[in-house]
Antibody
Framework: QIQLVQSGPELKKPGESLKISCKASGYTFTDYAMQWVKQAPGKGLQYMGWINTQTGKPTYADDFKERFVFSLETSASTAYLQINNLKNEDTATYFC????????WGQGVMVTVSS | DIQMTQSPSSMSASLGDRVTITCQASQDIGNNLIWFQQKPGKSPRPMIYYATNLANGVPSRFSGSRSGSDYSLTISSLESEDMADYHCLQYKQYLTFGSGTKLEIK
């Protein structure tokens, strides 16, 4: 069955960096783009952008053009989200989701940024 | 950029009530709209695809409709398990989510 399994929760300090993973299984990884979505505590879903799993080309939504990096390890069917220079407002759950019609989602990674 | 205006932001209804949530698109998105249900601590679950098509395993009390640029999710007879947040998403041009609706049971 199709699954997206994300890495575990993170507790970081402001200014630090982190890298979240999203491992896909049950389908051909390069057949579908990978989307990234942020959900701050008690808030709605915010689109961060996507990465073309065939070319590795990332596309970032306007609010995520600085400090955020999407990458791939295609041989491991894994997508990554790196956040640099963490800020308190990065505290959120981060989801990966497959394809344009986002039928499959990871379980989410809760990131807490606090001094 | 395409904006999705979702309403209401929250609502309270009784078991058995008919409930409707609406999203309005700022540009033409055709039927490229999905409705999600999200329960606390869980990932969003697709409920309706292509504006009107029920996803696999979704109860038939859920339905989607479109009138011009207005898209609606309707629950015909509210059940307790329907208490959740609901989100619309357009995928005509990149992705844009609505602001979400919190549905509570009276």
């Amino acid at each position: 069955q199709i699954q997206l399994v994300q890495s575990g929760p993170e507790l970081k300090k402001p200014g630090e960096s982190l890298k979240i993973s999203c491992k896909a299984s049950g389908y051909t990884f390069t057949d579908y783009a990978m989307q990234w979505v942020k959900q701050a505590p008690g808030k709605g879903l915010q689109y961060m952008g996507w990465i073309n799993t065939q070319t590795g080309k990332p596309t970032y939504a306007d609010d995520f053009k600085e400090r955020f990096v999407f990458s791939l390890e295609t041989s491991a069917s894994t997508a990554y989200l790196q956040i640099n220079n963490l800020k308190n407002e990065d505290t959120a759950t981060y989801f990966c989701a497959r394809g344009t019609v986002v039928a499959y989602w990871g379980q989410g990674v809760m990131v807490t940024v606090s001094s | 950029d395409i904006q999705m205006t979702q309403s209401p932001s929250s609502m309270s209804a009784s078991l058995g009530d008919r409930v409707t949530i609406t999203c309005q698109a700022s540009q033409d998105i055709g039927n490229n709209l999905i409705w999600f249900q999200q329960k606390p601590g869980k990932s969003p679950r697709p409920m309706i695809y292509y504006a009107t098509n029920l996803a696999n395993g979704v109860p038939s009390r859920f339905s989607g409709s479109r009138s011009g640029s207005d898209y609606s999710l309707t629950i015909s007879s509210l059940e307790s398990e329907d208490m959740a947040d609901y989100h619309c998403l357009q995928y005509k041009q990149y992705l844009t989510f609505g602001s979400g609706t919190k549905l509570e049971i009276k």
